[in-house]
């Protein structure tokens, strides 16, 4: 059992504030909870878990952090789900690392992007293309929200994900293609991509801020065949590094 302070300091842990403070995030459910425990057992804080997960912890020699045993009903107490799954982790959040200059590869720099659920894709996206590091904006959503982190699934420790001034960031790029998603830029089908190279995504409703798209280098878009007036910020992302890393 846990006490009422326990379940508390875990419910607290949904507001930004707190998991700055404390440095740990919620990661609920089975299949996320059990792929850190085989990825990153030694990020994983604390466990609280039914006593049926619980049974199967001898599949998880490298387990480090305590468990707490509790019934469904504190796990219902202590779960951002609407249907909480067996077992739920504290973690630790992962330093961020200072990226410099950008050498390799490419690079995703988000400007002031609002909705939690186009950030976890958008994680899990760039975890399948091969991108190791994405540059937010400081008024962008917070990677370790819950709908986020339930979003982005196992991808969210693989990734460097920085907060930062992104004019002093993209300023320091120099000779760096700096790649913009906007409407009515170049067809992405016309662009010879480069690497290394940053490919920056805007805000969903107003896009790119003007002070950013001043300092980037090429204006591209998705071209549009159909009615529909826009792309999911996500959906853009996934197309447009599909053609970057081909």
Not at 6 to 11: A, G, L, N, P, R
Not at 61 to 66: G, H, T, V, W
Not at 155 to 168: E, F, G, P, Q, V
């Amino acid at each position: 059992m846990i006490s009422k302070s326990d379940v508390k300091y875990i419910q607290s842990l949904a507001h930004k504030k707190f998991r700055e403070e404390e440095r740990l995030f919620v990661v609920e459910g089975v299949k996320m909870v059990e792929e850190m425990l085989i990825e990153y057992p030694e990020k994983i804080f604390h466990l609280y878990a039914t006593q049926p997960w619980a049974d199967r912890l001898s599949q998880f020699p490298a387990l480090q952090c305590p468990v707490s045993v509790i019934d469904v009903k504190i796990l219902n107490r202590i779960s951002q789900l609407k249907t909480p799954n067996e077992v739920l982790a504290l973690v630790k959040i992962p330093q961020q690392m200072d990226i410099g200059v950008v050498k390799n590869g490419v690079t995703v720099v988000l400007d002031q992007l609002q909705d939690p659920g186009n950030l976890g894709t958008i994680i899990r996206t760039c975890d399948w293309f091969g991108v190791t590091n994405i540059v937010c904006s400081t008024d962008t959503v917070d990677a370790f929200n819950h709908k986020t982190v339930q979003s982005a699934k196992g991808s969210l420790l693989r990734l460097n994900i920085k907060y930062t001034d992104l004019c002093a960031f993209l300023s320091n790029q120099e000779h760096l293609p700096i790649y913009a998603a906007v409407l009515g830029g170049r067809s992405i089908h016309e662009v010879s991509f480069q690497q290394p190279a940053i490919l920056v995504i805007g805000n969903e409703a107003n896009g790119i801020s003007n002070e950013v798209i001043k300092i980037t280098t090429d204006k591209i878009t998705i071209p549009k065949i159909g009615k529909a007036e826009s792309l999911n910020a996500a959906i853009a992302t996934a197309i447009i590094l599909s053609n970057m890393v081909k």
